[in-house]
């Protein structure tokens, strides 16, 4: 006779620790078998190696806990319909437990299939809410409200005892081996890593976290860097928010903790948005921007993506990014920025390419941040970033555009912020021949920002766009605005 079991299928909740459908899982009778299925994502051009190596990472800090318990999670390649199937062979399978998702196309009709496929196979799919994201709502009202009960929820600690799981015989069926990159130069994958930056941010690092929030290099150090544990789910963003939230009786300042809680409520705030209007992975969610008329320039992509426009902070920008799937919030603004506006293209020409190297790529963060600075939602304001004054803003010293710039090194500030206006000897003097050691500037910013503003001031006075602003706020937002949509 067939045993009966439950499956706990991973998702991005790769965490033990504040894992909700795990908890429940546990509590039941059956044995539970864990599963992960990497099958979406191998297909999907979103993800890239980085991704992989991370997702593996954190794999395999969670099987490393789990050995206590002498069990592990079973990796496949398959879609989850023909893992249960084979599964289904050698067990009978009463519920299946995970956390929702709020993803891409792609992994929203495999959960419809799957669905399905459950109801006509008696299997029990019961899931649970990830992140205070909150399916099937119509609007906002009493949602703030809803988030922060969420966040102040008491966390159950989970207690398993090895006789709860149960573990798949090796050579019975084909699992997927995974490897890892011992020499990554991304951030690890992992609980044990996500805790380590909890910590350390905490500890000291929050102390500075508004004053250096938009600074290109101090940010690296003193925003939290959590955001790739917060996509994967090595960490809940409760457990980060009560942690945080604690640090005010230690006696730290409520600038920097409320600034830093702020964007945990934002991070759900997006992915709230996206699960409320996922057609926005393909057109802007103000359907009145499809008028915008911007034509494909290859080149100018191209430049952009290998940083290689002639501005200093872009280009910096972008080869810091694909050297450390990093950037802090203003500079992902103003590369979109950048692209969207100063070279007219259109936001969908440089998505992909970034959710590749973002190592955070979350799809509800990532499209609702697109279209927003791409000056596209048609609620927010409209911010055509000046490259140079931010450089002079931002890395007044010129240290950061100097890291990923080697040729540019040896120019003094504030020379740095323009090279295209060094003399000729001036260009000898500090070793970089402009338009061959570096480029020319692929556009003059000044005329790509009177074009960008004038296309995009007058599209937001369109019937068409004001109707469908209308319609944003009163789904989106809790009343006419809320501080979110920055
Ligand atoms: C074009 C663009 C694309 C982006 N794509 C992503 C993405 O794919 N994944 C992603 O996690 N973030 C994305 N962001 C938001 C933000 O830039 C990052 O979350 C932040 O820089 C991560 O650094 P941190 O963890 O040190 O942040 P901290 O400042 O320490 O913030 C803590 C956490 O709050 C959340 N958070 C912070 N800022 C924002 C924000 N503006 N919107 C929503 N959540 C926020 C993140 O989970 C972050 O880890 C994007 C921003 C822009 C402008």
């Known amino acids: 006779m067939k045993i009966c079991i439950n499956i706990f299928w991973f998702k991005k909740d790769l965490r033990i620790l504040d894992n909700e459908a795990l908890l429940k899982a546990i509590k039941e009778n059956n044995k539970l078998l864990m599963i992960f299925s990497y099958h979406e994502l191998l297909k999907d051009n979103h993800y890239s190696d980085r991704h992989y190596n991370f997702i593996n990472e954190s794999l395999q800090d969670l099987n490393l806990y789990l050995k206590k318990f002498q069990t592990r999670i079973h990796f496949f390649d398959d879609n989850i319909i023909s893992i249960i199937k084979k599964l289904k062979r050698k067990f009978d399978i009463e519920k299946v437990f995970s956390h929702t998702e709020t993803g891409l196309e792609k992994s929203y009709k495999r959960d419809l299939k799957f669905k399905e496929y459950c109801n006509k196979n008696t299997i029990k799919w019961i899931e649970e809410i990830n992140n205070g994201v909150f399916r099937g709502l119509k609007n906002r009202k009493n949602w703030i409200s809803n988030w922060n009960n969420f966040m102040k929820k008491k ?139 911007k034509k494909v320039n290859k080149k100018f992509i191209k430049a952009w993506e290998k940083g290689e426009t002639g501005y200093p902070l872009v280009d910096a920008c972008m080869n810091c990014l694909v050297e450390t799937g990093y950037l802090n919030f203003r500079m992902r603004a103003m590369i979109v920025s950048f692209l969207t506006h100063h070279l007219w293209q259109p936001w969908q020409e440089g998505v992909i390419f970034l959710a590749n190297n973002f190592l955070d790529f979350e799809p509800g963060i990532h499209y609702s941040q697109f279209q927003m600075q791409a000056g596209e939602t048609g609620i927010n304001m409209i911010r055509i970033y000046n490259p140079t004054k931010n450089a002079k803003e931002h890395d007044s010293e010129g240290v950061f555009i100097k890291k990923w710039i080697p040729k540019l090194k040896e120019i003094p500030t504030p020379l740095i912020f323009e090279p295209w206006k060094l003399s000729e000897i001036d260009q000898e003097t500090f070793n970089c021949k402009i338009g061959e050691d570096y480029p020319k500037p692929i556009v003059d910013i000044s005329s790509t920002y009177k074009h960008a503003a004038s296309q995009l001031w007058t599209i937001k006075n369109d019937p068409k766009v004001k109707l469908e602003s209308k319609r944003i706020l009163s789904k989106h937002t809790n009343s006419n605005r809320t501080a979110f949509d920055r």
């Open 155 to 293: 966390i159950e600690v989970i207690n398993p005892k090895i006789d709860d799981f149960i573990e798949l015989n090796k050579n019975t069926f084909k699992e997927k081996k995974i490897k890892i990159i011992s020499k990554s130069k991304f951030q690890r994958g992992g609980t044990t890593n996500a805790l380590k930056y909890l910590d350390s941010f905490l500890e000291s690092r929050i102390n500075k976290y508004q004053n250096n929030i938009s600074k290109p290099e101090l940010s690296r150090f003193n925003c939290s860097r959590l955001s790739p544990y917060i996509s994967w789910g090595n960490i809940s963003t409760r457990y980060v928010w009560q942690r945080a939230k604690e640090q005010l009786s230690h006696g730290k300042s409520k600038f920097q903790v409320n600034g830093f809680t702020s964007r945990l409520r934002w991070q759900a705030h997006f992915i709230q948005k996206f699960e409320m209007e996922s057609k926005m992975q393909f057109r802007s969610v103000n359907k009145g921007y499809r008028k915008l008329e």
